[in-house]
């Protein structure tokens, strides 16, 4: 048995670093790698298991055809050849008869890799395809972290072993990247530090915290201007540091006088009493790190409310210190030159760049989501499932259910979006071919190598490009190279070693100094922290952003007609829809569940393992109920984004989540949903695995 080096590529800003068993061309036990200082030796249970999706009997091995009505997921083996003449055919009809932005090239981060998942770029941009906005996880962060910080950095996150203070705002690690608890869990050893979870449930990660912040859903600004406010009643706004590293609005502090904690307890549901404890206790620990999750900025008002968090250490000038600051994504460091891996030498940013958030807008033909440009009329899609992923469920399936619409799948499963897909493709794991990873959520640039062959006739993303391209026409260096030539290239582009190098040292770790990655150099923005951002030049939907830390009250509110607001969390088994084909993860999982307050539960006669239908003007969902006293009345919760033949009628969750881009520049915002909750009858038996 040979253990071998490689990189997780799951969308999971870990990156593990991991060792991998390998034997008789099959791999089995995957570890963390002890030796990398972020991973320590700890991955999750799901990838340690990974043997079992790599080995899956489900795996797609040869090319299909559609054979039955769409989404019906009949299909027959066909060759590569026809496959790909098919694709090619469809493609070119398409661009003969609408222009060239009317085939679109759609992807996510099913896989991580630079090589792998963007490399569509090249084919896209080679051809004068459609442009795809990459909205549906990274950009409401990103929209608030830039409105202040400037630079997307910050400090190691290993410092969180360092600090006497961890406040977890807005992410479960524990349920999504396990390695921030192994950094937390040092620190509150060996320095006896505390955790403070802020998060609309008690998630798995908050039980085990020292103080759980129940906010109901969208509130997090209101909470963090009331932190402000105790730290300059009381002493602990750092004016100095405030002059040096930030613009210090002249009118800040009168603003933040009238944003006390009864202020904010009417908004968060707080009680004064939790608020001002938390307050106490931040702005009394010098060391405190703030770690930023996605989920508090996945509504229409994320980018003010991250916004709004970033500035508490800029007024506490808690970034001098080791151990504190706060911390999102450390995309900045690593200065890729992704000439060769995306064509952008021959991009044309005049072509039609349209949301992939809003695909179903897109697909359905509206208007403005097509940018006044022509219909799409066929796309190939590459690790994602945006039928089961993307926000209002039934308007991406009117989409795709579109008899004029041309779809090929690339993909490891008959997903979802496979199912509806006119020829599909089989696509091999990160352990089958090469490629190149970075860490957003620590600093390591690492290789992951091809480790065994793919079963069947699967290929990798790159492969089919060079297929594609060869058929199509296009021409560009990258369709001419191997996967690892790419590699080496483009590290050396990059004025990174080359792929050998990286290779034989494991990875590279690109932690930026203290200095740097505490900002005591400047911030972006000409040096300075933005308490009053430019928000004009972050997005173009800027009018109703607020000019200085704030409550932003633009959120699909909780109203007669849809009284609960609901939240749809990552679960522990599941990594968006990844993972859902194993069995194993959805027996420990359960079913689609809705968390339900007992008081909620009482007053729609629900009680606990109860049917309940949630609905609201996009869709119904049925699931059961679990009654649950870890959120406040009036907020739902449904972890996981469990297949639609798990729910019945049919359709998941995101039935229910809106397809409207937050403010202000886009971005999608699945837990900000006012939906109507009912008893749907008589409970059901856990469906048998
Ligand atoms: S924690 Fe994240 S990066 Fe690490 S193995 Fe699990 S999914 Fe992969």
Redesign the pocket.
């Known amino acids: 048995m040979d253990i071998r080096a490689s990189v997780?590529p799951?969308d999971?800003p870990?990156?593990?670093a991991l060792e991998v068993e390998v034997a008789d061309g099959r791999i089995g036990a995957v570890r963390g790698a002890e030796a990398n200082g972020y991973t320590a030796g700890v991955?999750?249970a799901?990838?340690a298991r990974y043997a079992e999706r790599a080995h899956h009997p489900d795996r797609l091995t040869r090319p299909l055809l559609r054979t039955g009505e769409k989404g019906s997921g009949q299909f027959r083996p066909i060759a590569w050849d026809e496959a790909l003449d098919r694709v090619v055919e469809a493609f070119t009809t398409a661009a003969a008869r609408h222009g060239s932005e009317a085939v679109w090239p759609y992807y996510y981060a099913g896989t991580m890799g630079l090589v792998q998942r963007d490399g569509i770029n090249r084919l896209r941009h080679v051809m004068r395809y459609s442009r795809q906005q990459t909205t549906i996880c990274t950009a409401v962060c990103e929209a608030g972290w830039l409105a202040g910080v400037g630079r997307i950095t910050g400090p190691d996150p290993r410092e969180m072993a360092c600090a006497d203070l961890i406040v977890m705002w807005g992410g479960n690690p524990v349920n999504t990247?396990?390695?921030v608890m192994t950094h937390i869990t040092r620190a509150r050893k060996t320095r006896g530090a505390k955790l403070v979870v802020v998060d609309p449930y008690r998630t798995g990660t908050a039980q085990v915290a020292d103080m759980h912040l129940a906010v109901r859903p969208g509130t997090d600004g209101a909470l963090a201007c009331a932190v402000m406010h105790v730290a300059l009643r009381d002493g602990y706004a750092d004016r100095d540091y405030m002059t040096r590293f930030s613009d210090f609005p002249p009118d800040l502090e009168k603003h933040l006088a009238a944003r006390a904690p009864a202020w904010a307890a009417a908004i968060t549901g707080l009680p004064v009493a939790e608020i001002e404890a938390f307050a106490a206790l931040y702005c009394r620990t010098e060391r405190a790190y703030i770690r930023i999750g996605y989920g508090f900025s996945r509504l229409r008002n994320g980018a003010a409310n991250l916004h709004a968090v970033t500035c508490l250490p800029t007024l506490t000038g808690k970034w001098r210190h080791e151990g504190g600051g706060a911390f999102w994504n450390n995309r900045s460091i690593y200065h890729w030159d992704k000439t060769l891996i995306e064509g952008l030498d021959v991009r044309d940013t005049a072509i039609r760049e349209m949301d992939m958030s809003r695909i179903g807008a897109v697909l359905t033909g509206e208007r403005r989501a097509l940018r006044d440009g022509p219909p799409v009329q066929a796309m190939l899609i590459q690790n994602c499932n945006p039928l089961l992923v993307a926000p209002d469920s039934n308007k991406v399936r009117r989409g795709f259910a579109r008899p004029d619409l041309f779809t090929c799948v690339h993909e490891q499963f008959l997903t979802e979006t496979a199912r509806w897909a006119d020829v599909v493709l089989p696509a091999t794991m990160f352990v089958e071919h090469d490629d190149l990873y970075q860490a957003g959520g620590h600093s390591h640039i690492q290789i992951g190598p091809k480790l065994i062959e793919p079963p069947g006739e699967c290929r990798s993303n790159h492969e089919v490009f060079q297929a594609l391209a060869a058929r199509l026409g296009a021409r560009h260096p990258g369709f001419e190279m191997t996967a690892m030539q790419v590699i080496d290239a483009t590290l050396r582009a990059s004025g990174w070693p080359a792929a050998e190098t990286v290779l034989r040292q494991r990875w590279l770790d690109v932690q930026p100094g203290f200095a740097d990655s505490h900002f005591l150099n400047g911030f972006g923005h000409g040096g300075k922290f933005r308490f009053a951002p430019d928000w004009a030049a972050i997005g173009p939907n800027h009018h109703a952003m607020p000019a200085l830390p704030d409550h932003m009250a633009a959120i699909d509110p909780a109203r007669p007609e849809a009284p609960f607001r609901l939240v749809t969390a990552p679960a522990r088994q599941f990594?968006n829809s990844s993972f859902t084909e194993l069995a194993s993860g959805r027996k420990r999982e359960g079913r689609p569940t809705v968390l339900i307050h007992p008081d909620d539960a009482q007053r729609l006669g629900v009680a606990d393992g109860d049917r309940v239908r949630l609905g609201n003007a996009r869709g119904v969902v049925v699931v059961h109920a679990r009654l649950f006293d870890g959120l406040q009345p009036g907020v739902l919760v449904v972890e996981g984004i469990w297949p639609s033949e798990y729910f019945e009628g049919g359709i998941g969750s995101n039935a229910l989540t809106s397809d409207d881009p937050a403010l202000p520049a886009g971005g999608a915002v699945f837990h900000d949903t006012a939906v109507w909750a009912q008893a749907a009858g008589a409970v059901l038996a856990v469906a048998a695995e």
Do not use: E, R
Request: charged content about 5%; hydrophobic content about 30%.
């Open positions: 997780c799951h999971c870990s990156t593990c991955i999750c799901k990838v990247q396990v390695n990594l």
